[in-house]
């Protein structure tokens, strides 16, 4: 325990040296000690032992939910750390297992993300079915949020700013959330090997773009950026993969004809009308038709050119192209 306290000091202060230019002092707020798995603690499905400056203990605690973890061919225990919070002890175990890398030609379902504000997702997938993930409560709950962080900021007394500092973290855990239960349910709805497809949102200015309404755009690419990294983990547990597409024109290009144009779509209604074909939309649902079509044809570049003769190619290219509605 005491090694592991001079561990976790040293450590803290390389990375100070190694990251900032300037020397700031380290604080240690949270007791908070690491332990290695076989040396300075052991699970078993009955017991939790650790090592202690009294000797070894041998706690019973609550296992439901962690069965197959117990399954040491498959899942390896790692370094877990004892920490502290809210006068209770919690453990964080971490657990490491391998899965096979999921093989663009294997895919059997492609499924485009439009991520938003309205709707937090739409999906469209190789069925050709479209779903809706409802965003209003998430707006609703955002809206109250930044309503008291601007009554907050308003007061600027040092407990105002302390319960803004606290708000903040309580909001980022709740969207945090959010996301996981999203991402979960995504993963959940489609087989293995499905080729998930999202928007590359990496450029600020896009972000902005995409959500016209009071929220800060910042936090919203934050979220997005969020349910990216959760989506990702997820689906590359079940044999799924996640590309990111460029996002230009997938609001504005006609999933019916191809016919590309800003007056294509009324933001404020949120409708799509093609001005070539007539082909009509919710705007959301037609961004997850642009991505399901770009996911599609990502998979025809990427597959190996032996195995598909030039005409053939030609014609499945054709077909995804103009996609039966
Ligand atoms: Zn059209």
Sequence with gaps: MVQSVIKTVIARYRTIL?????WIKPVFKKPQYDLVWNRDYSLSESYFSVNTLEGHVKLPYFSQGMEKYFDHAVY???TAKLVKKHGKYFLHIPVTFEVDESNMNDICNVVGIDRGVNF??????????TRFFNGKKIKQTRAKYAKLRK???????????????????????????????????LVESYPEHTLFVLEDLSGVRNATERVRTR?????VSWAFYDLEQKLTYKAKQKRCSVIKVDPRYTSQTCPACGHTEKLNRNKKLHRFR???????SNDDRIGAMN???MGINYLVDS???????AEHDSAVKGAVNHPAM
């Design 215 to 219: 929220d800060r755009y910042v936090s």
């Design 291 to 293: 991505l399901y079509r």
């Design 151 to 185: 009554e907050l900021q308003m007061r600027g007394t040092p407990s105002s700013r302390r319960r803004l500092k606290a708000i903040g973290q309580r909001e980022n855990r709740w969207m945090q959330d959010v996301n996981h239960q999203v991402s979960k349910a």
């Design 303 to 309: 597959q190996v050119p032996d195995t598909v003769t």
């Design 120 to 129: 937090i997702a739409v999906t469209y997938d190789s069925k050709h079915k």
């Design 274 to 280: 093609c001005k070539t074909c007539g082909y009509q």
């Design 76 to 78: 390896k225990f790692g």
């Design 18 to 22: 190694e990251n900032q230019k300037e």
